[in-house]
């Protein structure tokens, strides 16, 4: 059974300060994403990686960067987090050229203050 | 561009009443189209695909080329069926999916 599991599931942080969101699979999966979900806009892709140390723009990086230093953990750091950066943020991997199937963590409901 | 369009944010339906989530995409190749469901408390997962052609919890989605369409069909809807779907479109290679905005399905007794 695939599993992809996020550090924390609730994290409350100040304006200003650097967050790290971690993400892990155990399925050696190739592709990580990092989403994040918002009521009413959907689904937003923010940064994915195809491989260890690449990385990829999604729709929305600004204000994000990403690390992917060993293929099983894909991590997320908002440099300096901003009230509009209140959201939930979804994790997902995949096999290359299977997207279609994403495997999602539990998600991080990440709020700033 | 692709682009992956739910018309409804909210669809609010009777328990045995036919159900139908609009979806419709944008993309100039030949797609492959997904539906994607999230119930409370649970996580993101995959509902069914076009190419399977299968009936996943009593749903079928059909892909309209002509209409550009996947909407997804429940004949009877069920309590259980409350939650979360979003369509999705794949293009060709490794590209990441394109998400539509979801459509909140609630089920009512």
């Known amino acids: 059974d695939v599993k992809v599991t996020q550090s924390s599931r609730y994290l409350v942080k100040r304006t200003g300060e650097k967050v790290f969101l971690e993400c892990v699979q155990d399925?050696?999966?190739?592709?990580m994403f990092w989403y994040r979900q918002d009521p009413g806009l959907g689904l937003r892709l923010i940064y994915f990686?195809?491989?260890?140390?690449?990385?990829e723009k999604g729709d929305i990086p600004e204000g994000y960067s990403v690390s992917r230093e060993k293929k099983e953990r894909f991590s997320l750091i908002l440099e300096s987090a901003s009230t509009n950066q209140t959201s939930m943020y979804l994790c997902?991997?995949?096999?290359?050229?299977?997207?279609?199937?994403?495997?999602f963590g539990p998600g991080t409901r990440l709020t700033v203050t | 561009a692709q682009r992956v369009t739910q018309p409804e944010k909210l669809l609010s339906v009777f328990k045995g009443a036919p159900v139908e989530l609009k979806c419709n995409y944008s993309?100039?190749?030949?797609?492959?189209l997904f539906w994607y469901v999230q119930y409370s408390r649970q996580r993101l997962q995959l509902l069914l695909r076009?190419?399977s052609r299968e009936s996943i919890k009593g749903f079928t989605a059909d892909l309209n080329k002509g209409e550009t369409s996947f909407h997804l069909k429940k004949p009877f809807a069920q309590e259980e069926d409350s939650a979360m779907y979003y369509c999705?479109?794949?293009?060709?290679?490794?590209?990441?999916?394109?998400f539509g905005k979801g459509t909140r399905l609630s089920v009512i007794a």
């Open positions: 076009h190419i």
């Open positions: 993309y100039s190749g030949s797609p492959e």
């Open positions: 997902a991997s995949s096999f290359w050229g299977q997207n279609y199937e994403q495997y």
């Open positions: 990686s195809y491989d260890v140390k690449m990385k």
């Open positions: 399925m050696d999966h190739e592709n």
């Open positions: 999705a479109l794949s293009g060709l290679g490794n590209t990441p999916l394109v």
